[in-house]
Nanobody, 125 residues
Framework: QVQLVESGGGSVQAGGSLSLSCAASGRIFSWYVMGWFRQAPGKEREIVAAIRWNGDYTYYGEFVKGRFTISRDVAKNTVNLQMNSLKPEDTAVYYC??????????????????WGQGTQVTVSS
Protein backbone atom coordinates (compact mmCIF):
# COMPACT_ATOMS: atom_id res chain seq x y z
CA GLN A 1 0.00 0.00 0.00
CA VAL A 2 1.27 3.43 -0.94
CA GLN A 3 0.01 6.72 0.43
CA LEU A 4 0.72 9.98 -1.33
CA VAL A 5 0.54 13.50 0.08
CA GLU A 6 1.02 16.56 -2.11
CA SER A 7 2.22 19.94 -0.95
CA GLY A 8 3.38 23.21 -2.46
CA GLY A 9 0.33 24.45 -4.29
CA GLY A 10 -0.79 28.06 -4.09
CA SER A 11 -1.46 31.21 -6.05
CA VAL A 12 0.96 32.93 -8.37
CA GLN A 13 0.87 35.49 -11.14
CA ALA A 14 1.40 34.51 -14.75
CA GLY A 15 5.07 33.99 -15.51
CA GLY A 16 5.79 32.91 -11.97
CA SER A 17 6.96 29.59 -10.56
CA LEU A 18 5.72 26.99 -8.10
CA SER A 19 7.26 23.80 -6.83
CA LEU A 20 5.06 20.84 -5.92
CA SER A 21 6.18 17.91 -3.83
CA CYS A 22 4.62 14.51 -3.28
CA ALA A 23 5.65 12.52 -0.22
CA ALA A 24 5.17 8.78 -0.57
CA SER A 25 4.81 6.42 2.35
CA GLY A 26 5.36 2.73 1.82
CA ARG A 27 7.89 0.97 -0.33
CA ILE A 28 8.41 2.41 -3.81
CA PHE A 29 10.06 -0.14 -6.09
CA SER A 30 12.33 0.77 -8.96
CA TRP A 31 9.75 -0.12 -11.62
CA TYR A 32 7.02 2.09 -10.16
CA VAL A 33 5.97 5.02 -12.30
CA MET A 34 5.12 8.23 -10.48
CA GLY A 35 2.96 10.77 -12.22
CA TRP A 36 1.57 14.25 -11.82
CA PHE A 37 -1.92 14.85 -13.19
CA ARG A 38 -4.10 17.92 -13.14
CA GLN A 39 -7.80 18.61 -13.39
CA ALA A 40 -9.36 21.97 -14.13
CA PRO A 41 -13.07 22.64 -13.45
CA GLY A 42 -15.22 21.01 -16.10
CA LYS A 43 -12.28 19.26 -17.73
CA GLU A 44 -10.89 15.76 -17.77
CA ARG A 45 -7.96 14.84 -15.56
CA GLU A 46 -4.83 14.93 -17.71
CA ILE A 47 -1.28 13.85 -17.24
CA VAL A 48 1.30 16.55 -16.68
CA ALA A 49 4.46 14.51 -16.27
CA ALA A 50 5.63 11.08 -15.18
CA ILE A 51 8.88 9.45 -14.15
CA ARG A 52 9.95 5.89 -13.49
CA TRP A 53 11.26 5.55 -9.97
CA ASN A 54 14.65 4.33 -11.17
CA GLY A 55 14.95 7.54 -13.14
CA ASP A 56 15.46 5.96 -16.55
CA TYR A 57 12.47 7.55 -18.25
CA THR A 58 10.41 10.68 -18.02
CA TYR A 59 7.34 11.89 -19.89
CA TYR A 60 5.83 15.33 -20.26
CA GLY A 61 2.47 16.42 -21.58
CA GLU A 62 2.72 18.46 -24.76
CA PHE A 63 1.40 21.57 -23.09
CA VAL A 64 4.39 21.58 -20.71
CA LYS A 65 6.80 22.53 -23.52
CA GLY A 66 9.91 22.76 -21.40
CA ARG A 67 8.30 24.75 -18.60
CA PHE A 68 7.99 21.96 -16.02
CA THR A 69 10.50 19.49 -14.63
CA ILE A 70 9.67 16.27 -12.81
CA SER A 71 12.22 14.68 -10.49
CA ARG A 72 12.38 12.19 -7.68
CA ASP A 73 14.38 12.05 -4.48
CA VAL A 74 14.91 8.41 -3.59
CA ALA A 75 16.34 9.18 -0.15
CA LYS A 76 13.32 11.30 0.80
CA ASN A 77 10.74 9.20 -1.09
CA THR A 78 9.40 12.28 -2.86
CA VAL A 79 8.42 13.19 -6.39
CA ASN A 80 8.70 16.84 -7.27
CA LEU A 81 7.31 19.04 -10.01
CA GLN A 82 9.03 22.34 -10.68
CA MET A 83 6.72 24.60 -12.67
CA ASN A 84 8.10 27.72 -14.35
CA SER A 85 6.57 30.28 -16.71
CA LEU A 86 3.12 29.48 -15.38
CA LYS A 87 0.07 30.49 -17.39
CA PRO A 88 -3.53 31.05 -16.32
CA GLU A 89 -4.48 27.88 -18.18
CA ASP A 90 -2.26 25.92 -15.77
CA THR A 91 -4.83 26.62 -13.05
CA ALA A 92 -6.06 23.26 -11.75
CA VAL A 93 -5.93 20.80 -8.90
CA TYR A 94 -2.69 18.87 -9.24
CA TYR A 95 -2.58 15.23 -8.18
CA CYS A 96 0.30 12.88 -7.52
CA UNK A 97 -0.21 9.26 -8.54
CA UNK A 98 1.65 5.96 -8.51
CA UNK A 99 1.51 3.07 -10.95
CA UNK A 100 2.85 -0.05 -9.19
CA UNK A 101 2.99 -2.13 -12.38
CA UNK A 102 5.06 0.24 -14.48
CA UNK A 103 5.45 -1.87 -17.62
CA UNK A 104 5.31 1.38 -19.56
CA UNK A 105 5.24 4.99 -18.50
CA UNK A 106 1.48 5.23 -18.74
CA UNK A 107 -0.30 8.45 -19.57
CA UNK A 108 -3.79 7.21 -18.75
CA UNK A 109 -5.13 7.78 -15.27
CA UNK A 110 -6.54 4.25 -15.24
CA UNK A 111 -3.03 2.82 -14.95
CA UNK A 112 -2.40 4.57 -11.64
CA UNK A 113 -3.64 2.79 -8.52
CA UNK A 114 -2.61 5.25 -5.83
CA TRP A 115 -3.56 8.93 -5.66
CA GLY A 116 -2.96 11.87 -3.41
CA GLN A 117 -5.68 14.24 -2.29
CA GLY A 118 -4.59 17.00 -4.67
CA THR A 119 -3.25 20.50 -4.27
CA GLN A 120 -4.68 23.64 -5.84
CA VAL A 121 -2.59 25.73 -8.22
CA THR A 122 -4.04 29.08 -9.25
CA VAL A 123 -2.35 31.30 -11.82
CA SER A 124 -3.71 34.80 -12.27
CA SER A 125 -3.21 36.96 -15.33
Amino acid sequence: QVQLVESGGGSVQAGGSLSLSCAASGRIFSWYVMGWFRQAPGKEREIVAAIRWNGDYTYYGEFVKGRFTISRDVAKNTVNLQMNSLKPEDTAVYYCAADPIGRVVATSRSAYDYWGQGTQVTVSS
